[in-house]
């Protein structure tokens, strides 16, 4: 079974420049995480979708941040314009719909962002 | 609101010796309780998890944790460290009400093993 497909794995940008990150969940899993994971600090959520609607996205810096799942299954993160505290690693994450209760997340390899 | 704290960001053994990672967490209601592990340049890993039932859960590759409520501690231990175990782990608490699957996690602990 293929894993959670991130992409780029590595980003680096100047400030104010933009930047997006795609995932790609396992197959059939219904609800898809982006965490946010500065270094020296766990993971912190951004959004959560459940197929193509949003969840959660009380953490998400909705004035430079957004992010989206069409068609419920792949989804873009997007930063724009981009600070220098957005330098972090990010990662997407997906659960089955049957154990969206019981936490169970498969993590991507992360997206790792710097931003100069 | 919940909340996680790892005691100890880093913590060292020796190849062979106990691994005792800490957990505590804030939690309103008995809460699921996991730890995950993160090797290098890798996207995290589920350990264990503890949800109901059994209080001492088994996870993979020799872990196990203790979920005491009187303590409000989720402590991580393995009898005999191995130099494969060296990555960070995560200790992380989900609010079942909530069921939305979501994760607050602790700030990491980094395991070296030394041999």
């Known amino acids: 079974e293929a894993g959670v497909a991130q992409s780029p794995r590595y980003k680096i940008i100047e400030k104010r420049q933009s930047v997006a990150f795609w995932c790609n969940p396992i197959?059939?899993?219904?609800?898809l995480y982006w965490y946010q994971q500065i270094l020296g600090q766990g993971p912190k959520l951004l959004i959560q979708?459940?197929?193509?609607?949003?969840?959660?996205d009380s953490q998400l810096p909705k004035d430079r941040f957004s992010a989206e799942r069409l068609k419920g299954v792949d989804s873009t993160l997007k930063i724009q314009p981009a600070k220098l505290e957005d330098s972090a690693v990010y990662l997407c994450?997906?659960?089955?719909?049957?154990?969206?209760?019981?936490?169970?997340?498969?993590f991507g390899e992360g997206s790792r962002l710097t931003v100069l | 609101a919940q909340s996680v704290t790892q005691l100890g960001s880093h913590v060292s053994v020796s190849e062979g010796a106990l691994v005792l990672l800490r957990c505590n967490y804030s939690s309103s209601v008995p809460p699921y309780l996991f730890w995950y592990v993160q090797y290098p340049n890798q996207g995290l890993q589920l350990l264990l998890k503890?949800?109901?039932?059994?209080?001492l859960v088994k996870g993979i590759n020799g872990f196990e944790a203790e979920f005491k409520k009187s303590e409000t501690s989720f402590h991580l231990t393995k009898p005999s460290a191995h130099m494969s175990d060296a990555a960070e782990y995560f200790c992380a608490v989900s609010d079942p009400p909530s069921n939305t699957g979501k994760l607050i996690f602790g700030q990491g602990t980094t395991l070296q093993v030394k041999p």
């Open positions: 994450a997906s659960s089955l719909r049957g154990q969206v209760n019981t936490g169970e997340l498969f």
């Open positions: 197959s059939g899993h219904a609800t």
């Open positions: 503890y949800t109901t039932g059994a209080t």
């Open positions: 979708f459940q197929n193509n609607g949003v969840v959660d």
